[in-house]
């Protein structure tokens, strides 16, 4: 079970960070992921951390501007977003897999959060 929280509305070029919390199973077993869907269009791969926290890999839409990283004693994963832009404006899903190739190139994840909103305004 993966919950996320942190989406609100931001301005161009501002900043949010993207928690999701996993209960029900060993988080640290997982690869954790972070997906995006905007409106009229298909869900997106943005990011994936591996089990340890290392290996994180971006989309080339927000490479330089998130960031990924997790703290297994929390159970946690978080999405660092800096210089947001309008074609960030999605929503934005939590993925876990115990797989990391399964998160980084399908949309096939294990388990799924319910989603935050973001908005970014012009």
């Known amino acids: 079970h993966l919950v996320e929280s942190g989406g609100g509305l931001v301005e161009v070029g501002g900043s949010l960070e993207l928690s999701c919390v996993g209960s029900?199973?060993?988080?640290?077993?997982?690869?954790m992921g972070w997906f995006r869907q905007a409106p009229g269009k298909e869900r997106e791969f943005v990011a994936v951390?591996?089990?340890?926290?290392?290996?994180?890999f971006y989309s080339r839409s927000v490479a330089g501007r998130f960031t990924i990283s997790r703290d297994n004693a929390r159970s946690t994963v978080y999405l660092q977003m800096n210089n947001l832009k309008p074609d960030d404006t999605a929503v934005y899903y939590c993925?876990?897999?115990?797989?990391?190739?399964?998160?980084?190139?399908?949309?096939?994840?294990?388990?799924w959060g319910q989603g935050t909103l973001v908005t970014v305004s012009s």
């Open positions: 029900g199973a060993t988080f640290s077993d997982y690869a």
């Open positions: 993925a876990g897999h115990p797989k990391y190739l399964v998160v980084s190139t399908t949309d096939n994840a294990e388990a």
């Open positions: 951390i591996s089990w340890t926290g290392g290996s994180p």
